[in-house]
């Protein structure tokens, strides 16, 4: 209900006004009545009307300095001034202060009534107009963290960051500091994609922004960027000095191990370095750059990208040709394992684009080794493009390790039963590709053989005919090679290997280890 203010010092008119309009069914109410304008200013601080109807000549104070003083504490008051004078400097000087109507006495109770109702209207539309800009003003405020992703989305993709001021301005309105500094954090989960699903990727996710909580106890995080098994994160420090690289590294460490040891997910961060928002674009380049450009070998990393020297190292063919030819003289074990030994070391991380050129060096050099020997690299791997895109699909220093064993190994049969049939070779070769490169993946010969358009009893007699061994009792090994492998890291964990070559018990992992090498997975790993 509004609430009308008289303030008329002639007393009859003033008690008159009240009762001249059935202000209820208007929804509205006389809340006072004041005689002089001093009166008049005390109730309206008191009463807080909507409406104040004065006259303009009265004592102590005149309707028009009462008004001025009113509209100086309550802004949204309005005001109808009754007066007996026709005076335009009058009549200025009331709508100067804001006055909706100027009524000369004496006033038409229905002249009244259509003026009330008139303010009425407009300050009902006056409060819908605020409420609608109060709800919209809630909206934003709830909705900021969305807005600050989305400020910090166009600033590394799309923004002309020459336009200082326009970014500055909403940099205030986002409520983040002019000087804050930010990183970019890039968080990849090795090999996700090959190995889990959606749903694990949205409960690993919650995870790691579990952890990022905790991490930025001193700054904020925006996700701005994800794709399953990736995650790219601005941080936000208020202050350069209100953290430093060594403590983030430490936080940052804190992340990995934590995310490990709840999901058994390892997982590699490459940030950038502490950067104004203008540096912004820049730095996640470098971070990109640095996730496109690296091979990991597994297990938890932190790189931080701007620290990496991105040219790689000259490929030397003829250095590349005389160490396969030494290969092939022998063909024993050792002289293959010393070779990828060298080209494909898990001590130091190593350039992607240069790993898959030294690759295809390799090749090239297996292909002109097994021309001088009348034989053709098709009739191993069946075509250059399955070599190819296996290398391709190579996620580390591992997957080529195991990737260039196999092709090594392959050769070596061709060249010394070159009498067998080649539909069988191609078989027993793809079957050792697929567990070299996905054992971890596999549990039994069928999960392997399912697609390969023969029995698994027929591939099994097959392959054990040319290995001397069952596809299981392979798979097995190679999972163990590649545990034993693993193990000669000091800081490993044995459920680290476990999970690695595929096995969710660790009891049974150790099992089959010792049945393997004679010791348990602990005192291999004291040995080594």
């Known amino acids: 209900m509004y609430k009308i203010l008289v303030v008329e010092d002639n007393k009859i008119l003033n008690q008159y006004i009240g009762d001249m309009v059935d202000w209820q069914s208007m929804n509205m109410e006389i809340a006072g009545n004041a005689f002089n304008g001093e009166q008049g200013l005390h109730m309206a601080m008191e009463l807080k009307p909507d409406l104040v109807i ?17 509209k100086e504490q309550l802004p949204d008051v309005r005001f109808v001034f009754i007066s007996c004078f026709d005076s335009f400097q009058y009549v200025r000087d009331a709508m100067d202060l804001g006055a909706y109507k100027y009524m000369l006495k004496p ?20 409060l819908i107009t605020k409420k609608t800009i109060e709800d919209l003003q809630g909206q934003i405020k709830a909705n900021m963290p969305i807005l600050q992703v989305q400020f910090f989305r166009e600033v590394i993709h799309t923004l002309d960051l020459s336009k200082c001021d326009e970014i500055r301005s909403r940099m205030r309105f986002l409520q983040i500091h002019e000087d804050s500094k930010q990183v970019i954090i890039s ?20 995870g790691i922004e579990h952890e990022l909580k905790q991490l930025t106890d001193s700054g904020r995080y925006y996700v701005v960027d994800s794709l399953v098994g990736s995650l790219v994160v601005v ?12 403590i983030l590294l430490e936080k940052i460490d804190v992340l990995t191990r934590s995310v490990k040891d709840k999901f058994n997910r390892p997982l590699t961060v490459i940030l950038s370095d502490f950067c104004s928002l203008f540096d912004l674009r820049e730095q996640c380049i470098k971070v990109r750059n640095a996730v496109a ?51 494909y070391t898990t001590n130091s991380q190593s350039y992607s684009e240069y790993m ?41 220093i591992l997957d080529l390790r195991q990737w260039m064993h196999n092709i090594f190994n392959a050769i070596k049969e061709t060249l010394t039963k070159n009498d067998e049939s080649g539909r069988n070779e191609k078989i027993v070769f793809e079957i050792k590709s697929r567990i070299e490169i996905n054992y971890s993946k596999y549990f039994g010969p069928n999960d392997i053989t399912s697609d390969l358009q023969i029995s698994t009893s027929h591939a099994n007699y097959i392959f054990k005919q040319r290995m001397g061994m069952t ?3 392979y798979l097995v090994r190679t999972k163990m090679e590649v545990a034993m492998s693993m193990l000669k890291d000091p800081f490993v964990r044995v459920y680290e290997v476990a999970a690695a070559v595929g096995y969710e018990s660790i009891s049974h992992f150790i099992s089959v280890f010792k049945t393997h090498t004679g010791m348990t997975p602990k005192q291999f790993s004291n040995k080594a």
């Open 293 to 343: 450009s690296r091979f990991y070998s597994g297990g938890n990393h932190v790189v931080i990208a701007g620290k990496l020297e991105m040219q790689p190292p000259e490929i030397e063919l003829s250095v590349v040709l005389e160490d396969v030819k030494q290969v092939f003289n022998s063909l024993s074990n050792e002289s293959i394992e010393t070779f990828i030994s060298k080209y």
């Open 54 to 70: 004065a006259d303009i000549d009265m004592p102590k104070i005149d309707g028009l300095k009462m008004c001025k003083l009113i």
């Open 471 to 473: 596809i299981f009792d």
């Open 107 to 126: 006033v038409m109770p229905s002249d009244l009534v259509t003026a009330v109702q008139e303010l009425s209207d407009i300050k009902s539309e006056h």
């Open 187 to 206: 968080i990849e989960a090795d090999n996700f994609e090959q190995t889990a699903t959606a749903e694990n990727w949205y409960l690993l996710r919650a």
């Open 356 to 396: 898959r050129l030294q690759s295809i060096a390799i090749l090239t050099s297996m292909q002109i080794m097994l021309l001088e020997k009348n034989f053709t690299f098709e009739r191993i791997m069946g075509s250059n493009t399955i070599a190819l895109e296996k290398l391709n699909k190579a996620n580390s």
């Open 235 to 246: 941080i936000c420090f208020q202050h350069e000095s209100s953290i430093g690289e060594n």
